[in-house]
């Protein structure tokens, strides 16, 4: 084989040892948990697929079909996968999680984002762009296809994010909407009381960022023991048609069920379509509806819109 070839090989096994560390999969149990890699990718892809049949999960991940079954079996015993007959087909079974796995999905998930979060956090915001390029690079090579959204970055708040948060608000529900300064002075009551008041262990603010710039954002809050409170959902015009939205409500909701909320709450606008579009989308049903009133230098009709988790 020529040495060029060999050259590349081994900048191939370099980076796959590099890399494989770096994520921790060479550990026992993967993300601090006794399952596999294995085991943990067969819980994602059924939560993803929701409800697949064992042919279908092993055509799916290019298992042999007997390696998954004994897989199948393991998760099966340990309460984490249940399988049911298909209404269609009784001798098809159907998997699906139990809620004893679903709960070990968001915790893993959650770690799992956290150790991405720690890789890309030393790095410098050009850093992280071309890092998340270079990933995208690959899989475009990989796969033939091209990533589905450019790349963003999901993180929590840091300094300077929240003033971000007020500025756009106030400039987008100008710009789109005609709001007067009135709301931005509200946003930055609700991000004072936020930094104020703030519990790590049960609220979160979460910035989504792109090259470098903040696109977007969302806020998590303790309204009571029980009832969460999703606000300041927003996502720059720059960064729309990503999936961003979508994604942070996702964050809201797998956080509350964690941080063991029965009930997110949000307040919205009934003239803010594509954010009750992304509400009713997660499951989110508006449960109150207000009367006319003048607030923010417009006639609005505010609605209260309840998640049960």
């Given at each position: 084989?020529p040495?060029?070839?060999?050259?590349?090989?081994?900048a191939v096994?370099?980076?796959?040892?590099?890399?494989?560390?770096?994520?921790?999969?060479?550990?026992?149990g993967?993300?601090?948990?006794?399952?596999?890699?294995?085991q943990?990718?067969?819980?994602?892809?059924?939560l993803?697929?929701r409800?697949?049949?064992a042919?279908?999960?092993?055509?799916?991940l290019?298992?042999?079909?007997a390696?998954?079954?004994r897989?199948?079996?393991?998760?099966g015993?340990?309460?984490l996968?249940?399988r049911?007959?298909s209404?269609?087909d009784g001798?098809?079974?159907?998997?699906?999680?139990?809620?004893k796995?679903?709960?070990?999905?968001?915790?893993?998930?959650?770690?799992?984002?956290?150790?991405?979060?720690?890789?890309?956090?030393?790095?410098p915001?050009a850093?992280?762009?071309?890092?998340?390029?270079?990933?995208?690079?690959?899989?475009?090579?990989?796969?033939?296809?091209r990533?589905s959204?450019?790349?963003y970055?999901?993180?929590?708040h840091?300094?300077?994010d929240?003033?971000?948060?007020v500025?756009a608000?106030?400039?987008?529900?100008?710009?789109?909407?005609?709001?007067?300064?009135?709301f931005?002075g509200?946003?930055?009551?609700?991000?004072q009381h936020f930094?104020?008041h703030?519990?790590?262990?049960?609220?979160?603010?979460?910035?989504?960022?792109?090259?470098?710039?903040?696109?977007?954002?969302?806020?998590?809050v303790?309204?009571s023991?029980?009832?969460?409170?999703l606000?300041?959902?927003i996502?720059?015009?720059s960064?729309?048609?990503?999936?961003?939205?979508?994604?942070?409500?996702?964050?809201?909701?797998?956080?509350?069920?964690?941080?063991?909320?029965?009930?997110?709450t949000?307040?919205?606008?009934?003239?803010?379509?594509?954010?009750?579009?992304l509400?009713e989308?997660a499951?989110?049903r508006m449960?109150?509806?207000?009367?006319?009133?003048?607030?923010?230098?417009?006639?609005?009709?505010?609605?209260?819109?309840?998640?049960?988790?």
């Amino acid at each position: 084989m020529p040495a060029q070839s060999n050259e590349r090989l081994d900048a191939v096994r370099r980076f796959n040892r590099l890399y494989t560390q770096r994520i921790g999969v060479l550990q026992e149990g993967y993300l601090h948990s006794p399952l596999t890699l294995p085991q943990v990718r067969v819980l994602y892809e059924i939560l993803r697929e929701r409800p697949p049949a064992a042919a279908e999960l092993a055509r799916e991940l290019d298992l042999d079909p007997a390696y998954l079954s004994r897989i199948l079996n393991r998760l099966g015993r340990d309460g984490l996968v249940r399988r049911t007959p298909s209404a269609g087909d009784g001798r098809r079974r159907l998997l699906s999680l139990s809620p004893k796995g679903r709960r070990l999905i968001d915790t893993l998930q959650d770690r799992s984002r956290a150790d991405a979060a720690g890789l890309l956090r030393p790095l410098p915001a050009a850093g992280q762009a071309e890092l998340l390029g270079a990933m995208a690079t690959i899989e475009r090579v990989l796969t033939g296809e091209r990533p589905s959204a450019l790349p963003y970055l999901l993180r929590l708040h840091q300094p300077g994010d929240v003033g971000w948060v007020v500025s756009a608000h106030g400039r987008l529900y100008a710009d789109e909407y005609g709001w007067d300064m009135s709301f931005e002075g509200h946003v930055a009551g609700i991000v004072q009381h936020f930094i104020e008041h703030y519990d790590p262990a049960r609220e979160r603010c979460w910035i989504a960022e792109r090259d470098g710039q903040q696109v977007g954002s969302v806020f998590l809050v303790k309204k009571s023991a029980t009832v969460a409170k999703l606000r300041l959902l927003i996502v720059d015009p720059s960064a729309r048609g990503l999936g961003i939205g979508a994604r942070l409500v996702e964050e809201c909701t797998r956080f509350a069920r964690q941080a063991g909320y029965r009930t997110v709450t949000l307040w919205t606008n009934s003239i803010l379509d594509a954010a009750r579009h992304l509400y009713e989308h997660a499951g989110y049903r508006m449960v109150e509806r207000g009367a006319p009133e003048r607030r923010f230098g417009k006639d609005l009709v505010f609605e209260t819109w309840e998640l049960t988790l």
